[in-house]
């Protein structure tokens, strides 16, 4: 009894040793299986890396691409509403005619495209020919424009042309929310009026208008 007892002992020892033989080895297996796994994802990491990389040095702009983006026009355009004649048998009437201008919109701008004349067929300048715009300045929510002496010198159109060319610039200008009157200036100087009909010697409210 006393060597059964014995050799069922020494047989579990025997098992416990394999067991724990075999234990090892699965955590070694294990381990080693986990090594290789971080391994290959440390060398996917640095593929990734390295593509990344690869395609910003690619796709970044050069100097020479930053000095030509700094140098290019702006090309970004705002609308604006101008008005102009249109002339029949029996009256003479505003019509609008909506212009593209470059950014940034300014009063200039505006008063330019006014200058300019209309591109619709059938309508006609509302500004005597050669009238320039010498300046503009802003004081205190006035817009002060200041045009050549062509715009007196040349005006022929009477008492109806005379209003309706200054309801041009005024309801052109309604577009610009910082201004409420306008000033008109001859040369730098203060005038009676464009063509003896209307009184423009004081700021004008453009809501008047």
Known sequence: ?????????????????FLTMVSILILL??????????DQVQHELTSLRQELQSLQERFSPTPEDRELEQ???????????????????TDIVLRPEVRSVSAPLTIAKAVDAVIAGPETPGLQPVLPSGTRLLSVQIDN????LDFSQELQSNFNMGSQGE??????????????STISHVQILLEGET????????????????TDF
Do not use: C
Request: proline share 2%.
């Open 191 to 206: 005038i009676e009026s464009i063509g003896g009909h209307v009184a423009i010697e004081s700021p004008l409210r453009i």
């Open 29 to 38: 297996v294990a381990g080693a299986f986990v090594y290789w796994q971080w």
């Open 163 to 176: 209003a309706l060319l200054l309801q041009s610039l005024m309801r052109t200008l309604a577009a610009f």
């Open 141 to 144: 929510g006035t817009a002060v």
């Open 1 to 17: 009894m006393a060597q059964l007892r014995h050799n069922m002992i020494r047989k579990g020892r025997v098992n416990m040793r």
């Open 71 to 89: 140098t290019r026009p702006v090309t970004a355009e705002h609308q604006i509403t101008v008005y102009f004649l249109e002339i029949t048998d």
